[in-house]
């Protein structure tokens, strides 16, 4: 239990500052014209669609008042643990220019040593639905390798993560059904794991519904005003 409290901690208290950093990194290399059009973000900037209840880390409209970045809050969709090992995984959702893309990050802890690993070419996520269907998004950006968050002689802490893209079909698809089970593959990495339909959060002290992520987190991307 404690294991995993130390690892619940580290992902949501670092989410706020190294990634929203890392963001702008991705974007800055995959999208230029983005980054000059952007401000600056930091931990306060959090926006929160009332109606939709839906909370984005970042939100940016053109001169004509039109969407051209969107990036939603992430939401912790699986959580494993052991007494010797743990893992949690965030999903958060971007949206920039009409390209709707998936950021997983994979934030692992254990009383063993650790490395991270590099997603890039060839890398997927396949979906399967419980209505049956597959939906398998395939990885998209540069390469990007993981980072150790801590490490002591009986103890690791590291987090993985990947853009992923979904178009037009995997949207539609992803919105029709509950998601089941989860398959990640990469060249010297795979991990499956499954959407419960209910988990709690305890650091953010919410309950969480992994398996509707997709159905709830689209309509904030398509239809965030």
Same mark, same amino acid.
């Given at each position: 239990?404690?294991?995993?409290?130390?690892?619940?901690?580290?992902?949501?208290?670092?989410?706020? #500052?190294?990634?929203?950093?890392?963001?702008?990194?991705?974007?800055?290399? !995959?999208?230029?014209?983005?980054?000059? +059009?952007?401000?600056?973000?930091?931990?306060?900037? !959090?926006?929160?669609?009332?109606?939709?209840?839906?909370?984005?880390?970042?939100?940016? +409209?053109?001169?004509?008042?039109?969407? *051209?970045?969107?990036?939603?809050?992430?939401? #912790?969709?699986?959580?494993?643990?052991?007494?010797?090992?743990?893992?949690?995984?965030?999903?958060?959702?971007?949206?920039?220019?009409? +390209?709707?893309?998936?950021?997983?990050?994979?934030?692992?802890?254990?009383?063993?040593?650790?490395?991270?690993?590099?997603?890039?070419?060839?890398?997927?996520?396949?979906?399967?639905?419980?209505?049956?269907?597959?939906?398998?998004?395939?990885?998209?950006? @540069?390469?990007?390798?993981?980072?150790?968050?801590?490490?002591?002689?009986?103890?690791?802490?590291?987090?993985?993560?990947?853009?992923?893209?979904?178009?037009?079909?995997? !949207?539609?698809?992803?919105? @029709?059904? *509950?998601?089941?089970?989860?398959?990640?593959?990469?060249?010297?990495?795979?991990?499956?794991?499954?959407?419960?339909?209910?988990?709690?959060? *305890?650091?953010?002290?919410?309950?969480?519904?992994?398996?509707?992520?997709?159905?709830?987190?689209?309509?904030?991307?398509?239809?965030?005003?």
């Amino acid at each position: 239990m404690l294991l995993i409290l130390q690892l619940s901690y580290k992902i949501n208290q670092h989410w706020p #500052m190294k990634n929203i950093f890392f963001l702008a990194v991705f974007f800055q290399l !995959v999208c230029p014209s983005l980054l000059a +059009q952007r401000e600056s973000n930091d931990k306060e900037d !959090v926006f929160v669609d009332d109606q939709n209840q839906c909370v984005y880390l970042a939100f940016n +409209q053109n001169r004509k008042g039109e969407t *051209e970045f969107l990036q939603t809050e992430p939401v #912790m969709v699986e959580e494993w643990t052991t007494p010797l090992r743990g893992r949690v995984i965030d999903f958060s959702l971007v949206y920039n220019k009409g +390209q709707i893309l998936l950021y997983i990050e994979i934030t692992e802890d254990a009383e063993e040593n650790l490395n991270p690993i590099c997603i890039g070419n060839n890398a997927r996520i396949t979906f399967r639905l419980k209505n049956g269907n597959y939906v398998s998004l395939p990885q998209t950006g @540069e390469k990007l390798c993981g980072f150790v968050n801590e490490k002591k002689d009986k103890y690791s802490n590291i987090t993985n993560r990947g853009f992923f893209l979904i178009d037009a079909k995997s !949207v539609k698809r992803l919105q @029709e059904s *509950e998601v089941y089970i989860a398959s990640l593959q990469s060249k010297k990495y795979q991990l499956d794991f499954i959407f419960r339909s209910e988990l709690y959060d *305890e650091v953010n002290d919410y309950d969480v519904y992994p398996e509707l992520y997709f159905m709830s987190e689209l309509k904030c991307i398509l239809q965030p005003n």
